[in-house]
């Protein structure tokens, strides 16, 4: 029955290696992740605000207010650190960390060329899955914890959305995993070599992107904190630097979840025309974070009946059709 | 000790910890967090015995899936914030229980393999063996558990909602 | 063997279940129908069953007749053993005879609360239950027919019976079903203790007379079954349901309870318990016999303190049970022959007893000695003189039947069974003797207090109907036999001395 | 590895069956749900015919994890029978009210497809899935009278009692596997049979304990009851019916394959366990029983009691072949006539629920004037139950007491205690036939009962006097499908 | 290398605070997160066996333990958000309007 191959487990592996590189590693991984976002950040600003004909900031490091972002953490640190005084102190406090953290963790395994990485795991993109999903929970802990009620309505959207949404995005993602045959993200960019996955499955695209945007709470699918209704969502009671995680962790999904994107569908880091590729990488990211961003600008927000019924009644059954169709195909060629 | 033992205490106390917080804990919700702590430490644990598959479906599922569903529906029956009685009156026999049981374990335990006799030498599972393994020789479970799986979610569809007329 | 020789007993003995099905499909409205079905089909059985009585062969009453042996659940090596030899034929015969006199008997009776078409099933179901145990020659088969009979005498007693009818009818139920369960515990141990393993009864009297169960196993399987038979017997002190059984059934409840059900406690002594364990037998006969005579004695004196004409009846059942017992005990061809008697002199008499009482609470609506009042003679000298008539045969007045049982199981007593203590014995028979007198000095005083006497205020008025056309039918039978058993005991002694002795051969001599 | 696709077909049919009336309730018209059922009943009857198709020679496929052999057919025809008349006398119960008839029947099956893979299942793992496909759609269904508390209430507790029982048994599986190394039944039987060292023996024997924890909460022994009472209770009845009947069966042929193809090499060590859970199951079952006033319970206590009887025999377990052999049988055959009793009797219950929804034993007042065909077969399968000939019920009785005589020592004692119960059970059985007969009823007006539950209820009656008339009919079945090997 | 016992023990703990908080809790669905515990206190020993053994059966065995619970976890808080819509209340020892 032991077909495996005796071995090390991650841990071995770990331990064999110099602390120094996993230190090394996480520092670049916790590096990335303090950057990216801000970009993004920055780039919604500019890019919402010439969409809807406005310049967005101008002021902030001078040059069309490119340190808008860093002067808004500063602001965010300086500030009082209020705790609502039913709240469950522990609770409200560790729900940033926990929102966050999982969108770290999940850069270990984006890689962004065939040799930067910090781990290439051979279940990467289930890793991905997984760890996504952890995010929820810190929603959860945010809009329990506040005791204010429409924290709770807006924990109690997010996490409905968030479940109703895995499902797609896991589907879809298990479709290009089919078609790849191998979880390895870093396999997976290799299998598209010919061609992006995309092209076989644009279907599948479709439906990961939406996915990604429902799990990121961003319109058209921001139900969670929609302000006309319930305020601020969960975070309404989050000032300071405990709020700002909860931006950072909206900004960084954006960029984990595009990465991802890129990966499954438009081929990850490979790319032609001799640019390296982590620059390949960084552009499809960028790219697909602009999408990100520009739907916001076009797209109304949903009710939250129309939202459930949407992932239940239409991506899910597609993303099982499209799973279908590749497991035909694959079954037919191989 | 080898270093995963050094690993695996820790994650193993860290875990039994949580455990004992979440039978004691004087709020749900706290319960609930304390279940996600012991179920990433024993997911922890799959890790240093090179389980990896498991591990992350460990996390998947219970954390990612399971412990939602659980604060969901503590939240959903309006889990309070601060303190309830949350345990009967048979605290102390379920105490003695508790002890006893474990007790029993461990004895029945180190009775049955000696302390430095058998040691795992973790093997790394790959996902594909694995694999292989469910879709062929347990494939019959497998789709067993599925049709588990659709019932129940039909099931608690059915049970939960609203009907119009009440 | 014929056709007609292999199947004439189970014809017998099923015909009135198939009447029961039949009388369950005809509409409750057709009442005369079902009356008419009631006594088609318990009298197509007793004439079936006469036939079989003309075809037996008399001298050769010690084997099997009419024997049938086919395979029936071979998983547990039960087979469908029937038969019938000199010990059975008479209870047999008597069976259909009562059955059929009680079918009559509803031609015109039907206690209340009517539904008569379930009445009459009941009481056919019953018959193929009582029948069957006197023909099974296989236990569970035995067991089977011997537990048929509980249901349809529950509802019997529980639907038609009088006030106390329910206690009464769950109590039979209970006591018996509590005796026969431990009756099969018994059988299963026999069983398993034979080798071969088998539920055949003349195989496992076979080997239990030569020896083959041990000592231990027969005084333990010898217990088990030694309840179920005594329950049903009933003997003392398991006769308390008998009373109160009595009391609340119907007339043909009693009748069929007290005439044919009790007889299958004692066919069950005879036919099993003492050949298959004859060790234990013995060891235990001194004791049946003690209780025997208790039995005699106590039911003597209880029947002077009845004021309850159908209960004292009943009481008496319990003493003239207890000289069947008694004679059993004795455990000699005499005391069996004996006992076999008094079960067939005891289903007449008693059973026409029951009949006389039925008739007079069906005039007086009262079955209470002082109510009654005396003047039965007067008022209604038939009844009267039958009534007389049978309570005089049931205290045993030589040359009516009840005579006969008594006087031969006092006998053997005298003398028992070589291995039994003598002096013991002895003292049973005078413990016995002392049970007659009693008897009689009851039966007389009973007769003095209602038949003679005047008749009282209350009575002068009521019109009240002499015995019936119905009733002469179904009566005269039965006083036939009466006389007929008393003068000509060879009636029954002829057919069952040579199966007695076969069967005493077997035990052990 | 190659599939024996012939071994799984009727579980084949039978699931898609299931997919076909989902998708079905889907896109019928509300007013047409009740379709479900005759498309429930065709697939139940076609996945019978393909079991008929299975007999022969036992079929072995997965590895060994799944066998058709006679057992398995025989509990398979079973469990398909008793879909068959679930099914049927669910279609008035279900179509008068507002329910969601197209779940209730998907869920059903769904149950009925984990029993049809119960008795193959000769692997740790496939025991636990089919257990828990039986079990999971159960708890649905058993709050499926939403509105409900008391319904609700029978959910709940079924389903915690379940689900800590399904823990329990899990931990004595996962050290099964650790002691043998081995989830396959046989295999494990080969390795607890074996040389294991005392420690490792001792921690099997505490994982036997946990596993047979697991499935007494399934037949319902005491002390693991509390949940059916007042889950039959609450319950939609012919869910109670289906509870009673299959569910407990499916946990007896789990039963059976662990303690005689897994763990009869430890019998010395769980016989007495099973001595002491049965003794107490009958005694508690039956005392309870005694005072009850509600009839479903009466049956749900009926039950248990009957589940300590079903489990003597497995006390029996000894050295001796020809003695398992006949406990084995016993315990088989007291199953399946078990089952035909109870769903007879609650057939009966679910055409008097029509009109009291209470249903007290006072309900069944003059039942025997009002519908006497009820009457007799409630009658009928009361003196069953009791074990009375000549009924079926008195020869799963018989057997049981045989095989108790034959074992001697233990075995007598147990026998002894049962016949003290099943006397002791006439009392309240008869409540019941007491009531419909001697009881005047408050109104004369004829029961109404659909066709249906009548020809159930008669058909019932009528293999129960078959039984107890001719039992050869049958009794040949359990013997022959037995897993004691040669 | 890991001691096999000390992954038993750790196991042992995790079912017996399970069994503690089945028995001490009085809310529905505290009960049921005990009951999960238990479910990985499974679950732990079948991960450490399938690795002692050098079998891959314990860990397939592991990955249905995860699902069925899923399961049922869906299927309990239905039942337990049912009961709290028609009582308001999900502590056991209120639910109890059935009685022998």
């Known amino acids: ?334 | 000790m080898s270093a995963q033992e050094y690993a695996f205490v820790v994650l193993a106390l860290v875990g039994t910890v949580a455990a004992f917080r979440l039978v004691t804990a004087r709020n749900v919700v706290h319960a609930a967090l304390y279940l996600v702590v012991t179920l990433a430490m024993v997911g922890g644990v799959y890790l240093i015995l090179a389980a990896e598959f498991v591990a992350w479906v460990q996390i998947l599922i219970y954390v990612g899936a399971i412990v939602i569903l659980f604060l969901f529906g503590l939240m959903l029956t309006k889990a309070p914030i601060g303190r309830e009685a949350l345990d009967n009156q048979q605290r102390g026999i379920a105490l003695l229980v508790g002890l006893g049981v474990l007790a029993g374990l461990v004895f029945l335990i180190q009775n049955a393999f000696h302390w430095s006799d058998p040691k795992i030498q973790p093997i790394h599972v790959t996902t594909g063996a694995l694999g292989e393994s469910l879709f062929r020789q347990y494939v019959l479970p497998f789709e067993a558990v599925s049709f588990l799986l659709l019932a129940a979610l039909i099931g608690a569809i059915v049970l939960s909602r609203k009907d119009e007329r009440s | 063997m014929s056709g007609w020789e292999r199947s004439a007993i189970s014809i017998a003995t099923f015909l009135p279940l198939v009447g029961a099905v039949v009388i369950a499909f005809v509409p409750k409205e057709k009442e005369r129908a079902v009356r008419s079905l009631g006594i088609l089909f318990t009298g197509a059985a007793l004439a079936v069953a006469v036939a079989i009585a003309i075809g037996f062969d008399y001298g050769s009453g010690g084997g099997l007749q009419f024997e049938l042996d086919t395979r029936w659940i071979p998983v547990i090596g039960a087979r469908y053993h029937v038969g019938i030899d000199g010990i059975s034929l008479p209870l047999y015969v008597l069976t259909f005879l009562l059955s059929f006199l009680c079918a009559v008997y509803t031609w015109r009776f039907v206690p209340e609360p009517g539904k008569t078409k379930a009445f009459l099933a009941l009481q056919l179901l019953l018959e193929t239950g009582m029948a069957g145990t006197f023909i099974a020659f296989d236990l569970v088969l035995f067991f089977i027919f011997w537990e048929l009979v509980l249901v349809p005498m529950y509802f019997l007693i529980g639907i038609w019976g009088s006030a106390n009818r329910e206690y009464a009818a769950i109590k039979f139920f209970l006591y018996t079903l509590f005796g026969s369960v431990f009756m099969l515990l018994g059988f299963l141990g026999m069983y398993f203790r034979a080798d071969p393993h088998t539920f055949d009864i003349l195989k496992l009297q076979a080997v239990g007379s030569s020896g083959g169960f041990s000592h231990t196993f027969q005084l333990v399987a010898f217990a088990g079954v030694f309840l179920g038979f005594a329950i049903k017997v009933p003997m003392w002190p398991f006769h308390t349901w008998l009373p109160d059984a009595h009391t609340e059934a119907p007339t043909v409840g009693s009748v069929l309870l007290a005439g044919i059900l009790l007889k299958m406690g004692t066919y069950g002594f005879v036919r099993i318990a003492l050949p298959v364990l004859p060790y234990a037998a013995q060891k235990y006969a001194p004791w049946i016999g003690l209780l025997a005579a208790i039995a005699i004695v106590y039911a003597a004196l209880a029947c002077l303190a009845q004021r309850d004409l159908k209960r004292l009846i009943a009481f008496s059942s319990v003493g003239h049970m207890g000289f069947v017992m008694l004679g059993i005990a004795t455990l000699t061809p005499i005391g069996i022959n004996a006992a076999i008697f008094g079960m067939v002199a005891h289903g007449l008499i008693t059973g026409m007893l029951f009949f006389c009482v039925g008739s007079v609470y069906d005039r007086y609506h009262t079955r209470q000695i002082a109510d009654l009042g005396g003047g039965l003679m007067q008022k209604l000298p038939y009844l009267g003189g039958v009534f007389a008539f049978v309570a005089i045969a049931s205290l045993g007045l030589p040359g009516l039947a009840g005579f006969w049982g008594e006087v031969m199981a006092l006998l053997s007593s005298y003398n028992p069974a070589g291995v039994l203590n003598t002096g013991l014995f002895r003292g049973f028979m005078v413990a016995g003797g002392v049970g007659t007198v009693l008897t009689a000095g009851y039966f007389l005083w009973m007769l003095q207090r209602v038949n003679m006497g005047t008749v009282p205020e209350k009575w002068k008025e009521a019109a009240l109907p002499d015995v019936l056309a119905v009733e002469w039918v179904s009566w005269v039978p039965l006083l036939i036999g009466i006389v007929a058993l008393g003068v000509f005991p060879r009636i029954v002694f002829g057919v069952t001395d040579g199966a007695v002795r076969g069967l005493m051969h077997l035990f052990g001599g | 590895m190659t599939i024996d696709y012939h071994a799984i077909l009727p579980e084949l049919i039978l699931s898609g069956t299931i997919l076909v009336v989902l998708v079905a309730d889907a896109f019928i018209r509300p007013r047409r749900t009740w379709l479900a059922m005759p498309i429930s009943l065709a697939g139940v009857l076609a996945s019978l015919i393909a079991v008929l198709t299975l007999i022969g020679s036992p079929r072995t496929t997965f590895n060994g994890t799944y066998r058709v052999d006679n057992f398995a057919l025989l509990f398979k025809v079973f469990f398909l029978s008793v879909a068959l008349v679930v099914l049927l006398v669910s279609l008035r119960y279900f179509r008068e009210g507002r329910w969601y008839q197209g779940e209730y029947y998907y869920l059903l099956l769904t149950s009925f497809l984990g029993c049809v893979l119960m008795p193959s299942s000769r692997d740790l793992l496939m025991l636990f899935i089919s257990l828990e496909l039986v079990s999971a759609p159960g708890f649905l269904i058993a709050a499926f009278r939403k509105s409900d508390p008391r319904s609700n209430e029978a959910g709940l507790k079924f389903f915690l009692i379940g689900v800590l029982s399904s823990a329990v048994m899990l931990y004595g599986m996962s050290l099964i596997y650790g002691v043998t190394g081995t989830t396959g039944l046989y295999r494990i039987g080969a390795a607890l049979s074996g040389t294991l060292s005392g420690g490792k023996q001792t921690l099997a024997e505490a994982a036997i304990l946990f596993i047979v924890a697991g499935f007494a909460f399934k037949v319902s022994a005491v002390p693991f009851q509390f949940w059916a009472p007042d889950t039959y209770e609450g319950a939609p009845v012919p869910v109670a019916a289906f509870l009673a009947t299959a569910s407990k069966a499916a946990g007896f042929a789990g039963l059976l394959q662990l303690m005689f193809v897994a763990f009869r090499a430890e019998y010395a060590f769980w016989t007495p366990i099973f001595a002491a859970l049965s003794i107490a199951t009958m005694t508690i079952g039956n005392l309870v029983a005694l005072q009850q006033r509600q009839i479903v319970r009466l049956l749900a206590y009926s039950s248990i009691a009957q589940a300590g009887y079903m489990l003597l025999p497995f006390a029996l377990v000894s050295a001796d072949r020809v003695v398992n052999h006949d406990a084995f049988a016993a315990a088989t055959t007291y199953i399946l006539i078990y089952a035909v009793m109870t769903l007879g009797a609650f057939t009966v219950v679910i055409a008097l629920s029509r009109e009291s929804s209470g249903l007290l034993i006072s309900d069944f007042a003059g039942l025997m004037r009002r519908a006497p065909l009820m009457g007799v077969a409630m009658t009928t399968f009361m003196v069953s139950l009791a074990g009375i000939p000549p009924t079926g019920g008195f020869w799963a009785k018989f057997l049981v007491f045989k095989a108790g005589i034959e074992r001697g020592g233990l075995g007598t004692a147990l026998a002894v205690v049962m016949l003290v119960n099943s006397v002791a059970s006439l009392y309240y059985y008869l409540l019941v036939p007491r009531q419909m007969v001697f009881v005047e009823p408050e109104t004369d007006r004829p029961l109404a009962s659909p066709a249906l539950v009548t020809g159930v209820a008669a058909l019932a009656t009528l293999a129960i006097l078959a039984i107890g008339v001719y039992p050869q009919l049958f009794y040949h079945f359990p013997p022959l499908s037995t897993l004691v090997g040669p | 290398m890991i001691r096999l016992p000390l992954v038993l023990f750790f196991s042992a703990v995790l079912f017996s605070a399970g069994v503690y908080g089945v028995l001490a809790r009085r809310n529905a669905v505290l009960v049921l997160m005990s009951i999960e515990l238990m479910l990985n206190a499974v679950n732990v020993n079948l991960i450490a066996f399938s690795q002692a053994l050098h079998d891959l059966t314990g860990q397939a065995f592991a990955l249905f333990v995860i699902a069925v619970a899923a399961a049922e976890v869906g299927i309990g808080l239905a039942i337990v958000i049912l009961i709290y819509r028609n009582r308001e209340t999900i502590n056991i020892d209120e639910v109890n309007l059935l009685k022998w």
């Open chain 1, 1 to 334: 029955m032991i077909s495996a191959v005796p071995g090390v487990s991650v841990f071995d592996d770990w331990f064999a290696n110099f602390w120094v590189v996993l230190v090394v590693k996480a520092a670049a991984v916790l590096v990335f992740f303090l950057v990216a976002p801000l970009l993004v950040g920055y780039m919604e600003h500019k890019v919402l605000a010439h969409m809807q004909a406005r310049l967005g900031p101008m002021y902030a490091g001078r040059f069309h207010g490119w340190a808008q972002l860093v002067a808004d953490g500063a602001k965010f640190i300086q500030k009082e650190d209020v705790i609502p005084a039913a709240a469950d102190r522990w609770v409200f406090s560790l729900a940033p960390a926990v929102a966050l953290i999982p969108y770290i963790v999940l850069f270990v395994v984006v890689p962004f060329s065939n040799t930067i990485y910090a781990e290439n795991l051979d279940i990467g993109i289930f890793f991905v899955m997984a760890i996504g999903s952890v995010n929820v929970i810190g929603v959860l802990m945010a809009g329990w914890s506040s005791a204010n009620k429409f924290s709770l309505i807006g924990a109690l959207r997010a996490a409905a959305q968030l479940i109703a949404y895995e499902l797609p995005l896991v589907l879809a993602a298990a479709s290009v995993v089919m078609q790849a045959g191998t979880l390895s993200l870093i396999g997976i960019t290799e299998a598209q070599d010919r061609y992006w996955f995309v092209l076989t499955q644009p279907i599948g695209f479709l439906i990961f992107m939406v996915a990604s945007l429902a799990e990121l709470t961003r319109p058209p699918f921001d139900m969670p904190i929609a302000d006309s209704e319930i305020i601020f969502g969960a975070y309404t009671e989050y000032t300071g630097l405990k709020f700002a995680f909860f931006l950072l962790t909206e900004y960084g999904g954006i960029v984990a979840l595009s990465s991802i994107a890129s990966i499954l569908f438009l081929g990850g880091y490979r790319g032609f025309l001799g640019i390296p590729d982590p620059l390949w990488m960084a552009a499809k990211i960028g790219a697909l974070s602009f999408v990100v961003i520009w739907l916001r600008a076009t797209y109304p927000r949903l009710r939250e009946d129309q939202l459930q019924r949407f992932s239940w009644l239409a991506l899910i059954p597609l993303a099982l059709l499209q799973i279908l169709v590749v497991g035909f195909v694959k079954v037919a060629v191989g």
